[in-house]
């Protein structure tokens, strides 16, 4: 039996039925068949958080092979912030995907590529002369990112912060924090990357100066700024556990970075496009990082990622030493294209802000009765909760796995994260309606009651 009813498949985009409809038990048999066979199939580490066969998504829901309409308060993962199969960007990709599939930008160049650049190198924050280069994944545009800062400074050290998360590569997993389960046993790791303290105003109770006074402090002494290529950072860290920086920390950091020659990168792989309620997270902070890597949000789905900076940063590195066969993919470019004319025309920034009023006023409601919500934080479409014991404070992860397990099994897609795994995290797809993220965040509220009860 093949699982993929292609029938369905072709009305993923917004003409998709806008509403959460279970016919079945989560999985349904359809969705249990498939996940035997990846079970049999695909290796162990590749895990997954919805166990459903996926057939169709657009606007706020994703249907599974059993016909069941799930609300989607994820974007797998921050990607599909202009809507899963948005009209623009099928048409785009079925275009390019006609003309050709692929030259690579290093043997024979293409305009897509070229004007994916040109954008990002409009769009990103800074007023000054910057270039671009395109890779296939968030880690890989990090990796690169590192390696121009250190061809660049003619210096080696990294630094990177508590809670960070920027990727599963060698490099990026020295750079992410967590061991579980991002890094367990998959060392060594690459070196010369130092981690210093992040401001994490729930839990640290600093100001942003005085956390960025600590964090300058332990970089002087263990890394010393000579030796510093890049400082790396997420200005909202997200599978960290959404962490926003107390205000002043990220302009203290940039300061530094800029009194002391270190390239300040902004990792703003999920932050990025839109999600937070203005194109880029680090515009929030008033900060203009010297560069800035992007993935996710900035094709509608299709694989692309990019490094953006500093002209004469980005210019550093010899011919032939950055690139890769499938970077800038010319049908990820075409789609990129239609995403940035989509987010631009449809001022998606602003419709983050509206849902992160809802989100907000909805989640605070939900607080007021329940202690449990220690924290609620975000900005615009990338907002959390994060779950704690009343008296103590201290992480409550198995009530946020069970929270998260039964919202799915009502038919809604919560994510978690956070370093201590005790973080619900909500970041809908920018087209999601009003009446269907109210109705996700209902489920949410039920699913924490019933974990009183249970
Ligand atoms: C901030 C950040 N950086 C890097 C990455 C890695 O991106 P990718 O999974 O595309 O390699 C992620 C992915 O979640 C991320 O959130």
């Given at each position: 039996?093949t699982?993929?009813?292609t029938?369905?498949?072709?009305?993923?985009?917004?003409a998709?039925?806008?509403?959460?409809?279970?016919?079945?038990?989560?999985?349904?048999?359809?969705?249990?068949?498939?996940?035997?066979?990846?079970?049999?199939?695909?290796?162990?580490?590749?895990?997954?958080?919805?166990?459903?066969?996926?057939?169709?998504?657009?606007?706020?829901?994703?249907?599974?092979?059993?016909?069941n309409?799930?609300?989607?308060?994820?974007s797998?993962?921050?990607?599909?912030?202009?809507?899963?199969?948005?009209?623009?960007?099928?048409?785009?990709?079925?275009?390019?995907?006609?003309?050709?599939?692929?030259t690579?930008?290093?043997?024979?160049?293409?305009?897509?590529?070229?004007?994916?650049?040109?954008?990002?190198?409009?769009?990103?924050?800074?007023?000054?002369?910057?270039?671009?280069?395109?890779?296939?994944?968030?880690?890989?545009?990090?990796?690169?990112?590192?390696?121009?800062?250190?061809?660049?400074t003619?210096?080696?050290?990294?630094?990177a912060?508590?809670?960070?998360?920027?990727?599963?590569?060698?490099?990026?997993?020295?750079l992410?924090?967590?061991?579980?389960?991002?890094?367990?046993?998959?060392?060594?790791?690459?070196?010369?990357?130092?981690?210093?303290?992040?401001?994490?105003?729930?839990?640290?109770?600093?100001?942003?100066?005085?956390?960025?006074?600590?964090?300058?402090?332990?970089?002087?002494?263990?890394?010393?700024?000579?030796?510093?290529?890049?400082?790396?950072?997420?200005?909202?860290?997200g599978?960290?556990?959404?962490i926003?920086?107390?205000?002043?920390?990220?302009?203290?950091?940039?300061?530094?970075?800029?009194?002391?020659?270190?390239?300040?990168?902004?990792?703003?792989?999920?932050?990025?496009?839109?999600?937070?309620?203005?194109?880029?997270?680090?515009?929030?902070?008033?900060i203009?990082?010297?560069?800035?890597?992007?993935?996710?949000?900035?094709?509608?789905?299709?694989?692309?990622?990019?490094?953006t900076?500093?002209a004469e940063?980005?210019?550093?590195?010899?011919?032939g030493?950055?690139?890769?066969?499938?970077?800038?993919?010319?049908?990820?470019?075409?789609?990129?294209?239609?995403?940035?004319?989509?987010?631009?025309?449809?001022?998606l920034?602003?419709?983050?802000?509206?849902?992160?009023?809802?989100?907000?006023?909805?989640?605070?409601?939900?607080?007021?009765?329940?202690?449990?919500?220690?924290?609620i934080?975000?900005?615009?479409?990338?907002?959390?909760?994060?779950?704690?014991?009343?008296?103590?404070?201290?992480?409550?992860?198995?009530?946020?796995?069970?929270?998260?397990?039964?919202?799915?099994?009502?038919?809604?897609?919560?994510?978690?994260?956070?370093?201590?795994?005790?973080?619900?995290?909500?970041?809908?797809?920018?087209?999601?309606?009003?009446?269907?993220?109210?109705?996700?965040?209902?489920?949410?509220?039920?699913?924490?009651?019933?974990?009183?009860?249970?």
């Open positions: 039996m699982l993929i009813d029938s369905a498949a072709t009305t993923g985009g917004p998709l039925t806008q509403e959460r409809r279970l016919v079945t038990a989560i999985p349904g048999p359809r969705s249990q068949e498939l996940l035997a066979r990846k079970s049999a199939a695909v290796a162990a580490g590749v895990g997954h958080t919805a166990p459903i066969a996926a057939v169709a998504a657009g606007g706020g829901v994703v249907v599974d092979a059993d016909g309409s799930l609300i989607d308060l994820g797998g993962i921050a990607v599909t912030s202009v809507g899963n199969a948005h009209p623009k960007v099928v048409e785009a990709v079925q275009r390019q995907a006609a003309q050709f599939t692929h690579c930008f290093m043997v024979s160049p293409y305009e897509g590529y070229v004007a994916v650049a040109e954008a990002l190198n409009r769009l990103t924050p800074g007023d000054f002369p910057k270039k671009s280069a395109l890779f296939n994944s968030g880690a890989e545009a990090v990796e690169n990112a590192v390696k121009i800062a250190r061809k660049a003619g210096r080696q050290a990294v630094v912060f508590d809670h960070a998360y920027h990727g599963r590569t060698n490099l990026t997993m020295a992410t924090a967590k061991a579980m389960p991002y890094k367990s046993g998959f060392g060594p790791f690459a070196s010369e990357v130092y981690r210093a303290p992040m401001s994490y105003p729930y839990r640290d109770g600093l100001s942003g100066p005085e956390a960025a006074a600590k964090a300058i402090s332990v970089i002087e002494k263990q890394v010393g700024a000579d030796n510093l290529a890049a400082v790396i950072i997420e200005p909202i860290q599978e960290g556990g959404f926003v920086p107390a205000e002043g920390f990220l302009p203290a950091i940039s300061q530094w970075c800029t009194a002391n020659g270190v390239v300040l990168i902004a990792d703003e792989v999920q932050s990025g496009f839109a999600r937070t309620g203005a194109m880029f997270a680090s515009e929030h902070f008033g203009v990082p010297d560069m800035v890597t992007t993935a996710k949000g900035i094709a509608g789905g299709l694989p692309l990622a990019a490094v900076g500093r940063i980005m210019d550093a590195a010899h011919v030493g950055l690139g890769g066969t499938y970077g800038g993919n010319p049908i990820a470019c075409a789609a990129a294209l239609a995403t940035i004319e989509v987010f631009e025309t449809e001022d920034s602003d419709r983050a802000r509206e849902i992160e009023a809802l989100m907000l006023s909805r989640l605070e409601t939900m607080q007021a009765a329940d202690p449990r919500i220690g924290d934080r975000g900005l615009g479409a990338m907002i959390a909760i994060e779950l704690v014991d009343p008296a103590t404070k201290a992480p409550a992860a198995a009530l946020a796995g069970a929270v998260a397990k039964r919202c799915i099994a009502e038919g809604v897609i919560v994510l978690t994260c956070g370093t201590y795994g005790n973080v619900l995290r909500f970041l809908p797809p920018l087209t999601i309606g009003d009446a269907l993220l109210s109705e996700g965040l209902d489920v949410v509220a039920a699913a924490l009651a019933a974990e009183v009860a249970a």
